[in-house]
């Protein structure tokens, strides 16, 4: 680890890592396409900023937390979009009827599900980053699949070479860390912890006092 | 001109159709067209795509009629020549983006307008314009050449693929003509270890024949099959080249971790078809779509074919002509050998 982190900003490398294996999944992605990120959690940000720095996307975050959603904004989104009735119009207005290149479900929400396939474009990367408690109503339609050339897929976890370039790519500068934490604990208060993450309090939560 | 003019499900009559030639199409004599197994489904059921009456037929053979203009040069007329079926817009992003095949106002020769079960066909502007008219060498017989368009359709699919594993393993889940390209492709280009899954004796022959390392019938113990073939661990790469729909759930079951599974048919019936997203998350498999081909696929397709790295010469096996183009039909719906061709109009 290099001087310039701080460990709290270097125990984002895990989860940056594990974003890094869901991009090396989409394989060829499309110049200057569209990516929709589901969820605007620290998983989504991180996306947004690879989405950003390495390849070069358009880049729109789904959401429902403002003070995310602010942060999505100030990340470098090109548009915010809050999760809703209308967001499908949303989208479909951002990329003039066309939909989204690559969609990334960062985010546990079942409904998420369903949701991606309507806002995705033909020829288009599906990727289910997230794992669900719930999901027993997510049935694809295979000849939508067919037609449109939409891929489906799931990442899972992260290997030493995402994480090797995770930490090149924020030993670099290339990827800013220094904002995704915001709330700190001690090892006491753990349960604080625990509840600051599932009330979506900030963005990354850290224990940092053993 | 004599065409079978296609009139809704069931009614397809072999008649005299008026026919005339303008500017802006190319006019091609048709030597073959072979049935897809598209057409004998639509023959029976229609499709929401097909406005009768349309003459069917899109994996075409035949003779220019006059000179084309081609972006490589001028064919002579009397080119024997095979062509894209797919016609492009030429004005939506897909368009500009090269993917014809996903243009927004798709139409598609012998599905949106007239096909290849006539005397004559007609080559709108828009596909001479993207390469889609490609001139077939000496050593192609007219037959064999109709089944360049449904390689270039898997070309295309295993483009989709992105990065297949080295030495991995591929289940072809249909043992019809489709499915045995898939398996030249899969032995000559990627060298990979290749399963037919079937259901009809002499087509899982020729599977055999073709350089499948394993061939199984389809039925309760073919997860188990392949389960042994691959010590447990499934297959990297499962092509549902089949429209039974049972084929949807069976290739989530014979899948390995981090495999793909390309959709590379379409389905009549698919309600059931719900895969468990925590099992794509957690074993990273991909399901994807495929459809039709571009210029670029057929143009390789031509290549593998005439360099004689891809045999066609033993998937045609029955002959009709258009006058009998019902049993055409009918031997292409019953799985009778392999590709059925009309070759004589
Ligand atoms: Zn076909
Ligand atoms: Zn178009």
Request: one cysteine or more; glycine letters at 8%.
């Amino acid at each position: 680890m290099p001087e310039n982190l701080c460990n709290e900003e270097a125990t984002l490398l895990e989860p940056l890592a594990c974003c890094l294996n869901g991009f090396s999944r989409l394989g060829e992605i499309e110049k200057d396409g569209v990516i929709a990120i589901v969820g605007d959690g620290p998983i989504g940000l991180l996306h947004l900023q690879l989405s950003k720095k390495l390849y070069n996307m358009r880049s729109i975050v789904i959401g429902k937390i403002p003070f995310r959603m602010q942060m999505a904004e100030r990340m470098g989104a090109d548009a915010v979009f809050t999760f809703g009735n209308g967001t499908e119009e949303d989208v479909s207005d951002f990329t003039r009827g066309r939909g989204a290149d690559v969609v990334i479900v960062a985010t546990s929400n079942p409904e998420a599900l369903n949701f991606a396939t309507k806002i995705a474009a033909k020829n288009s990367k599906i990727n289910l980053f997230a794992s669900f408690s719930n999901c027993n109503s997510f049935s694809p339609d295979p000849n939508w699949l067919h037609y449109n050339q939409v891929s489906i897929m799931g990442s899972f976890s992260s290997t030493p070479l995402t994480l090797q370039k995770a930490m090149k790519l924020v030993s670099d500068g290339e990827i800013d860390l220094s904002k995704m934490v915001t709330n700190r604990y001690s090892l006491n208060e753990i349960e604080h912890a625990m509840l600051a993450t599932e009330e979506f309090h900030g963005l990354r939560v850290v224990v940092n006092r053993f | 001109m004599r065409a079978a003019m296609f009139y809704g499900p069931n009614k397809m009559i072999v008649e005299e159709s008026s026919f005339s030639h303008s500017e802006n199409e190319a006019t091609i004599k048709m030597d073959a067209c072979a049935v897809c197994g598209y057409d004998a489904r639509v023959f029976r059921n229609g499709h929401r795509k097909v406005k009768p009456p349309v003459i069917l037929g899109h994996e075409i053979c035949g003779q220019t009629l006059q000179a084309i203009n081609t972006s490589k040069g001028v064919l002579s007329a009397g080119t024997r020549v095979v062509v894209l079926p797919t016609i492009p817009c030429l004005s939506c992003w897909y368009c500009n983006n090269q993917q014809y095949n996903l243009c927004n106002n798709l139409m598609e020769i012998g599905s949106t307008i007239n096909g290849g079960f006539a005397e004559y066909v007609k080559i709108p502007q828009q596909v001479i314009k993207i390469g889609g008219i490609v001139p077939v060498p000496e050593n192609l017989c007219n037959e064999e050449a109709t089944l360049l368009e449904p390689l270039a359709c898997c070309l295309n699919g295993f483009s989709r693929l992105g990065e297949i594993e080295k030495d991995g393993v591929i289940a072809i889940v249909g043992d019809g003509p489709i499915g045995l390209l898939h398996l030249q492709l899969s032995k000559k280009l990627y060298n990979m270890r290749s399963i037919v899954i079937g259901k009809i004796p002499f087509r899982m022959q020729m599977a055999e024949r073709m350089g499948a390392d394993a061939v199984f019938t389809f039925g309760n113990g073919t997860e188990e099959d392949v389960s042994d073939f691959t010590r447990g661990r499934g297959a990297d790469v499962v092509i549902v080249a089949t429209s039974n729909p049972e084929a949807l759930n069976f290739a989530t079951k014979i899948a390995a971790k981090n495999s793909k599974i390309n959709l590379f048919a379409s389905f009549s019936n698919c309600n059931s078809f719900s895969p468990d997203p925590n099992w794509l998350h957690y074993n990273q498999v991909s399901i994807m779509g495929s459809f039709s081909s571009t210029p670029l696929t057929l143009q390789k397709a031509m290549k593998l074919v005439s360099d004689g790295e891809i045999d066609l010469s033993k998937m045609v096996t029955n002959r009709y002509s258009l006058n009998e183009i019902e049993h055409a039909m009918l031997a292409t719906e019953e799985f009778h050998g392999l590709r059925v061709v009309v070759n004589r109009f």
